[in-house]
């Protein structure tokens, strides 16, 4: 399978490992996913507005791009382009008039002619490859790893875009299950982390992180699985302020689903990328024997 | 925020502008508490998010100053919850929009330090950025 690949702004900065490690495993999964040679910001939150045309240029223009390197499908991994780009996509192609308005104002642009589907890469996982398949190429089986998937808010909300049940969602369960990994079933899966209220209110966010992150633990949980770079900021570096503001509380990793499934597909460690997470998952690969103990991660011994 | 509630505060004109900017129909609203039930940011604010609308159907303007509308996320567990179909998640967007549209903004981006600029994910700056600036 091959499709056209937009990655947003995180992925090139703090969630790296989030690229390297989707891309390898998505390779390995025979999915050939190409970077748009131009792309610009999604806008990260879609203008809840009515009628505010103008903020779905960013959108817009990257299925220009899309459509100018010849791809009608293009593939994302940040939730937060996802839901950006997916309502953008869905109301250009509901309603012509509106397509029509904003093809004239980009009249520099070729017109963009509201054929691009895009995907996240969990639903490429689910509907293209599909689990057994995922199943049968398995080295590395993470046996005996507790995961607690974390959903947050932009992958299964609102309904007409979610990838999955915004209540009761299965996607990253199944996915789970097919790289052999314990599944911990958190109830606060979709709770939200808080997200850009980490920039100006972080005590609200480290109240968050707290709750979350204890639920997973307090079922077992070893470590916090998820697809959003900018929840794993919140879940992952604030537990740093949360273990200020709140002495008794005792974190977990938080890792990214492509990381894991990396790792399963018995990926090499410079394109999964655990090292740049805040708080070290290899102590606990290693407690499970999913990783050995000294195994070479980076120059570093696990 | 206190919020006194009576038909003389009746403001139709807060009601019609924030019913064009979020598109929805707030009188559609009934009051079952089923979004603010579910807000995982209700701890922090100062009216609950039905009282909200409850504000904006009396027209009282006073909820404009309330932290409760920048309080929320935009999760959409109100969206996707609301028997009546009502998206909150817009009618919060529309209030914000009624302060920021007048060029004012939330936060005041000079503050934030060398430090955090330099450890906040481009995610979260253009995201907050979007929601509190104007």
């Known amino acids: ?302 | 925020m206190k919020l006194r509630l009576s038909v003389t505060t009746t403001n139709s004109a807060l009601l019609a502008k924030v019913e064009e900017i979020s598109g929805e129909n707030l009188s559609k609203c009934y009051h079952c508490g089923k979004c603010s039930a579910g807000c995982p940011s209700l701890t922090n604010m100062d009216c609950l998010p039905n009282q909200v609308i409850r504000a904006v159907q009396l027209g009282d303007e006073k909820v404009l100053e309330s932290e409760t509308i920048w309080l929320c996320a935009s999760c959409f567990t109100c969206a996707v919850r609301c028997p009546r179909g009502v998206d909150l998640s817009k009618i919060m967007e529309a209030l914000r929009l009624l302060t920021l549209r007048k060029d004012v903004n939330h936060i005041e981006v000079k503050e934030l330090t060398q430090e955090e600029l330099d450890e906040l994910p481009p995610i979260a700056l253009v995201s907050n950025f979007r929601k509190m600036t104007s």
């Not at chain 1, 009628?51 to 791009?65: C, K, Q, S």
């Open chain 1, 1 to 302: 399978m091959n499709l056209a690949y937009y990655p947003g702004c995180t992925l090139k900065n703090q969630g790296l490992g989030f690229e390297t490690s989707a891309l390898a495993a998505a390779q390995a999964l025979d999915i050939e996913m190409k970077e748009l040679d131009r792309w610009n910001c999604c806008g990260t939150v879609f203008s809840l507005a009515d009628e505010d045309l103008m903020h779905y240029l960013a959108p817009m223009r990257n299925f220009v791009r899309v459509q100018e390197e010849g791809f009608d499908k293009v593939v994302t991994l940040c939730s937060m382009c996802y839901n950006t780009m997916k309502r953008t996509e869905q109301i250009v192609k509901d309603d012509p008039e509106k397509l029509k308005t904003i093809n004239e104002f980009m009249y520099r642009e070729e017109d963009y002619r509201g054929e691009v589907k895009l995907f996240h890469l969990l639903e490429l996982f689910r509907d293209e490859i599909g689990y057994e398949e995922i199943k049968k190429r398995v080295i590395r089986p993470l046996r005996g790893l507790k995961v607690a998937p974390y959903y947050g808010c932009m992958l299964t909300r609102p309904k007409e875009i979610g990838i999955d049940d915004w209540e009761e969602p299965r996607i990253m369960e199944d996915l789970l299950s097919a790289i052999d990994a314990e599944v911990v079933k958190d109830p606060l899966r979709g709770e939200c982390c808080g997200a850009y209220h980490t920039v100006n209110a972080k005590e609200l966010v480290t109240e968050r992180t707290r709750m979350i992150v204890s639920s997973a633990k307090k079922r077992g949980a070893d470590c916090i699985m998820l697809s959003c770079p900018l929840c794993e900021f919140n879940l992952d570096l604030r537990q740093r302020d949360t273990a200020k503001e709140y002495t008794d509380f005792v974190g977990i990793p938080v890792v990214y689903f492509t990381q894991l499934l990396a790792l399963a597909l018995g990926l090499t460690e410079d394109v999964c990328r655990f090292d740049l997470h805040y708080i070290d998952p290899y102590p606990v690969l290693v407690e499970k024997n999913i990783i050995e103990e000294g195994e070479e991660v980076h120059g570093k011994k696990a």
